[in-house]
């Protein structure tokens, strides 16, 4: 028997929530896990993780555009320094006292200057739930994705109309309009990365896991080699510790495009 798509529009609000509400499905209660990436990352200075020359790894937190920081994003930072990889965590206002149109100015912003900044051998860049998004749409971007040797999305929403009738959206202040000119999968062509490795742990909801594939597809069909998983024993919180972990899927994608 066909299982029915979900379809937002005329799901309880409760469902919709549901399915784009990440910690009703993980292994562990959110707290631990936003208490685990700032104990990590506290230990590590941003500036000593970058070097002028080396393959660098750029990374957008999540949060749902209103919670996190570069601070707290960090906990890749061991696994940079034992693969000679620079680490930058990108920076930006998040709600409500930034809209997402400013985030996502920030970050090409950033991106650019970073890169710029550091002259890497090679450049991947990455985020994960929202911070996937944001990455979707900076490389979006043509001086940017011309300069990128990949890309890894992890668990990212791309099509952001359903969180419009969740109470995520209550300091987000989206409507649909503004929703669909933010959703990277219903904008016209415009630059694509060469490479791109979209990933979502088995540990997430349905929704989660049908944009990953769906965003994959949609770069394909704009040309870019592309590559969709769904990492076993992984949920949304924790699939970004194998950002640079020798071993996994991930990982071994991600230093491999690092020429590592």
Same mark, same amino acid.
């Given at each position: *028997? %066909?299982?029915?798509?979900?379809?937002?529009?005329?799901?309880?609000?409760?469902?919709?929530?549901?399915?784009? %509400?990440?910690? @009703?499905?993980?292994?562990?209660?959110?707290?631990?896990?936003?208490?685990?990436?700032?104990?990590?990352?506290?230990?590590?200075?941003?500036? /000593?993780?970058?070097?002028?020359?080396?393959?660098?790894?750029?990374?957008?937190?999540? $949060?749902y555009w209103?919670?996190? /920081?570069?601070?707290?994003? !960090?906990?890749?930072?061991?696994?940079?320094?034992?693969?000679? =990889?620079?680490?930058?965590?990108?920076?930006?206002?998040?709600?409500?006292? $930034?809209?997402?149109?400013?985030?996502?100015?920030?970050?090409?912003?950033?991106?650019? @200057? %970073?890169?710029?900044?550091?002259?890497? #051998?090679?450049?991947?860049? /990455?985020?994960?739930?929202?911070?996937?998004?944001?990455?979707? *749409?900076?490389?979006?971007?043509?001086?940017?994705? #011309?300069?990128?040797?990949? =890309?890894?999305?992890?668990?990212?929403?791309?099509?952001?109309? +359903?969180?419009v009738?969740?109470?995520?959206?209550?300091?987000?202040? !989206?409507?649909?309009?503004?929703?669909?000119?933010? #959703?990277?999968?219903? !904008? +016209?062509?415009a630059?694509?990365?060469?490479?791109?490795?979209?990933?979502?742990?088995?540990?997430? #909801?349905?929704?989660?896991?049908? @944009?990953?594939s769906?965003?994959?597809?949609?770069?394909?069909? @704009?040309?870019?080699?592309t590559?969709?998983? =769904?990492?076993?024993?992984?949920?949304?919180?924790?699939? +970004?510790?194998?950002l640079l972990?020798? $071993?996994?899927?991930?990982?071994?994608?991600?230093?491999?495009?690092?020429?590592?």
């Open positions: *028997m %066909t299982q029915t798509p979900f379809d937002w529009r005329t799901a309880p609000p409760d469902d919709v929530a549901h399915q784009y %509400t990440p910690a @009703q499905h993980s292994k562990r209660p959110l707290p631990e896990y936003l208490e685990e990436y700032h104990h990590i990352s506290s230990q590590y200075d941003p500036a /000593s993780l970058v070097k002028v020359g080396e393959p660098l790894l750029i990374y957008i937190h999540g $949060g209103q919670r996190l /920081s570069a601070a707290d994003s !960090l906990f890749n930072a061991a696994d940079a320094l034992i693969e000679n =990889v620079s680490l930058h965590a990108v920076e930006y206002t998040i709600a409500p006292e $930034g809209t997402i149109e400013e985030m996502v100015d920030e970050c090409i912003t950033d991106v650019l @200057q %970073t890169i710029d900044r550091l002259s890497p #051998s090679h450049v991947v860049l /990455s985020g994960c739930s929202v911070g996937a998004h944001l990455s979707a *749409m900076c490389a979006r971007d043509p001086r940017i994705a #011309s300069q990128l040797d990949g =890309v890894v999305l992890l668990s990212g929403i791309y099509d952001i109309r +359903p969180l009738v969740t109470p995520i959206n209550t300091p987000l202040h !989206l409507d649909e309009a503004r929703a669909t000119a933010l #959703s990277p999968i219903l !904008l +016209p062509g630059a694509v990365p060469s490479h791109a490795l979209l990933a979502v742990g088995r540990h997430e #909801s349905n929704e989660f896991i049908r @944009q990953n769906a965003y994959c597809d949609h770069l394909r069909e @704009q040309g870019a080699e590559h969709a998983v =769904v990492v076993d024993d992984r949920d949304h919180f924790d699939l +970004p510790y194998d972990r020798r $071993g996994t899927i991930v990982g071994n994608w991600t230093l491999a495009r690092l020429g590592r």
